[in-house]
T-cell receptor, first 117, second 112 residues
Framework: GAVVSQHPSRVICKSGTSVKIECRSL??????MFWYRQFPKQSLMLMAT?????????EQGVEKDKFLINHASLTLSTLTVTSAHPEDSSFYIC?????????????FGQGTRLTVV | QKEVEQDPGPLSVPEGAIVSLNCTYS??????FMWYRQYSRKGPELLMY????GNKEDGRFTAQVDKSSKYISLFIRDSQPSDSATYLC????????????FGSGTRLSIRP
């Protein structure tokens, strides 16, 4: 299957600082990437859809200024959690769909465990 | 009522057993059905993908979709300890990843 790499896998930051998470498609060009948040023992919740070269589309209830998404190239999307607070601590996961395949066959990164102290 | 319901488990079975994992859903518009496997602290891995009703088999895994009952299943034959993980069902009404709704996952443990 397609490979999506996410970095870092784990990060601890101080409250009030910003954290950037990278999502790369390693063996295909992804015009669209997706960012999810997952709380313990809960399902993945879509935060935003990241489109290469245009603004991200955010789901209802997700603060655009809090979670900045940049999809500058066909293989890289970044999520920046700005002014992080302890309630932002969570597991963040990106995914991408491969051109030519069904748009529902999403391939996920390994996730980033964010802890805000 | 959630759109997708999945028993969180945990489900513990002995090695070699047949495992049955299930999800129910309420939205009759769902057409695309997926099963993901997620190991602890890792991202989900796509296991099975099915369009509309019917069965699909891939090695030890079989996915079933019964749209009349709004019920999907994943069967694992000859279960192995390495199958121990959380299994997420997911579904979508359209061919669009932005519309995928995930179940909360079932934790499965295979005892050696």
């Amino acid at each position: 299957g397609a490979v999506v790499s996410q970095h870092p896998s784990r990060v601890i930051c101080k409250s009030g600082t910003s954290v950037k998470i990278e999502c790369r498609s390693l063996d295909f060009q992804a015009t669209t990437m997706f960012w999810y948040r997952q709380f313990p023992k809960q399902s993945l919740m879509l935060m935003a859809t990241s489109n290469e070269g245009s603004k991200a589309t955010y789901e209802q209830g997700v603060e655009k200024d809090k979670f900045l998404i940049n999809h500058a190239s066909l293989t890289l999307s970044t999520l920046t959690v700005t002014s992080a607070h302890p309630e932002d601590s969570s597991f963040y996961i990106c995914s991408a769909t491969r051109p030519g395949a069904s748009n529902t066959e999403a391939f996920f990164g390994q996730g980033t465990r964010l802890t805000v102290v | 009522q959630k759109e997708v319901e999945q028993d969180p488990g945990p489900l513990s079975v002995p090695e070699g057993a047949i495992v049955s994992l299930n999800c129910t859903y309420s939205n009759s518009a769902f057409q695309y059905f997926m099963w993901y496997r997620q190991y602890s602290r890792k991202g989900p891995e796509l296991l099975m993908y099915t369009y509309s009703s019917g069965n699909k088999e891939d090695g030890r895994f079989t996915a079933q979709v019964d749209k009349s009952s709004k019920y999907i299943s994943l069967f694992i034959r000859d279960s192995q300890p390495s199958d121990s993980a959380t299994y997420l069902c997911a579904m979508s009404p359209y061919s669009s990843a932005s519309k995928i709704i995930f179940g909360s996952g079932t934790r499965l443990s295979i005892r050696p």
